[in-house]
């Protein structure tokens, strides 16, 4: 029996089992960049209980900022006390997608959450990625980064004052105070993708659509470099906006005379399956 985590900052997907039998469970976000070990452990306490883990032998850990390794150090030493007889893998969620979408061919993997990311994938590993600035400084193309253009434009007063009134109750404070309660909100990144979303869900009005395909085509030019070397494979991609886009980023690719493949709002499965039938 193996165990799956698949985490990013706003949900963490926990699936356990073995190919007759599994246990799904779906829990808030884990990020190690923003949480401390007290937030994890509290994440993973919830997604666990009442789950049967003496058969499991593996765990592999796919989660943002995991990439780097004291975050992926972080997680591992709280993973350990969770499972101490369990042989543990810590990765990014960069790879867990790329291996979820591309199995074994090569190709473009993408990330579109509450964050983003993106890589050239060999059929095994990462090769080439994406030079990731995060949450305040990166994250094109993501509900963070939609939703810092809908905060802005909302500061700005460039809002009706029916989405003026959405994005204050999405966000749950009043304009005047909103810059100073988001930087002293420790998950600053899944607050501001609330926004995001509300931009997704109304991308049929002419201001939403057309902020929304900027902030996608800032992704698309922020990795133009590795798109090119795509050349003639797939571009995949994971994450809720990514699958709610799907086909504004189909034509963007199109546009460009690449390839689209897989859209899938969830991947835990996919993953889950890869590890079965897989060896690594």
Not at 5 to 27: C, H, P, W
Not at 118 to 146: K, N, P, Q
Not at 192 to 206: V, W
Not at 208 to 227: A, G, H, I, P
Request: aromatic letters at 10%; glycine letters at 12%.
């Amino acid at each position: 029996m193996i165990g799956i985590f698949e985490a990013g900052g706003t949900k963490t997907e926990f699936i356990s089992g073995n190919a007759e039998n599994l246990v799904q469970r779906t829990g808030p976000g884990i990020h190690p960049m923003f949480m401390d070990e007290e937030a994890i452990s509290s994440v993973l306490k919830e997604l666990t209980v009442g789950v049967d883990l003496n058969g499991v032998k593996e765990i592999w850990f796919y989660g943002a900022s995991c990439a780097g390794h004291e975050l992926a150090g972080k997680v591992r030493k709280i993973m350990e006390g969770f499972f101490p007889s369990v042989r543990i893998w810590v990765e990014s969620d960069l790879l867990g997608t790329a291996r979820a979408l591309c199995g074994r061919a090569p190709g473009f993997a993408a990330i579109l959450g509450t964050g983003s990311n993106a890589c050239l994938y060999d059929g095994r590993d990462i090769s080439r990625g994406m030079l990731s600035f995060g949450f305040w400084l990166g994250d094109e193309g993501s509900g963070g980064y939609i939703g810092k253009a809908v905060f802005r434009a909302w500061l700005k007063g460039e809002l009706t004052s029916e989405q003026s009134s959405e994005a204050e109750s999405l966000f749950g404070s009043e304009r005047e105070t909103a810059l100073q309660s988001i930087l002293e909100d420790r998950k600053p990144n899944a607050r501001i993708a609330r926004l995001g979303g509300m931009a997704i869900r109304r991308k049929a009005e002419p201001f939403f659509s057309s902020l929304v395909r900027k902030c996608l085509n800032d992704f698309l030019e922020e990795n133009k470099e590795l798109l090119s070397e795509a050349g003639a494979h797939f571009c995949h991609f994971s994450g809720s906006v990514a699958f709610y886009l799907k086909e504004e980023i189909s034509e963007l690719l199109y546009a460009k005379g690449l390839k689209p493949g897989v859209f899938a709002d969830r991947t835990a499965e996919r993953l889950f399956h890869y590890h079965l039938t897989q060896a690594i």
